[in-house]
């Protein structure tokens, strides 16, 4: 990304001081050194953005880019999830687990659109894209 802000959340150490080496030479990136578990530990950085990117390697992902969009995502806004199928039960067939992930985050608003296998470069790894619609509030 040239232009806009990139928020990056990163939790490991050494990775962490990579990104932030990074953001030195990228003035619009912004490194968050926090786990994206938590997104309230860093709410105060991020405003609303219009596309979040989760690539986390835990058997919760979807847990946790549909937390971190319920903050920042705005409303018909756009995600990506990278979803590591033996990261989140390596006793079925990944096409098994995308499934299930991609139920949890319609579930949680986050509407798949499409999805595509990372074969051959990548074995039982696939991307899920779609779009964000919020929960209607009760007034």
Request: charged content about 25%.
């Amino acid at each position: 990304v040239q232009t806009g802000l990139v928020y990056a959340v990163e939790f490991s150490h050494r990775s962490g001081r990579d990104l932030i080496n990074m953001a030195k030479t990228r003035p619009n990136i912004i490194p968050i050194i926090e786990d994206a578990r938590h997104p309230l530990k860093y709410r105060m950085m991020v405003g609303m953005v219009d596309c979040v990117f989760a690539d986390v390697a835990q058997p919760d992902q979807a847990r946790i880019i549909a937390l971190n969009s319920h903050y920042f995502l705005k409303n018909g806004g756009h995600y990506v999830i990278s979803i590591k199928a033996n990261c989140i039960d390596s006793t079925v067939a990944a096409e098994v687990v995308f499934g299930k992930e991609r139920q949890k985050l319609a579930e949680e608003g986050l509407k798949p659109q499409e999805q595509l296998t990372l074969e051959p470069y990548e074995r039982d790894h696939a991307v899920v894209v779609g779009t964000y619609r919020a929960a209607a509030t009760k007034a």
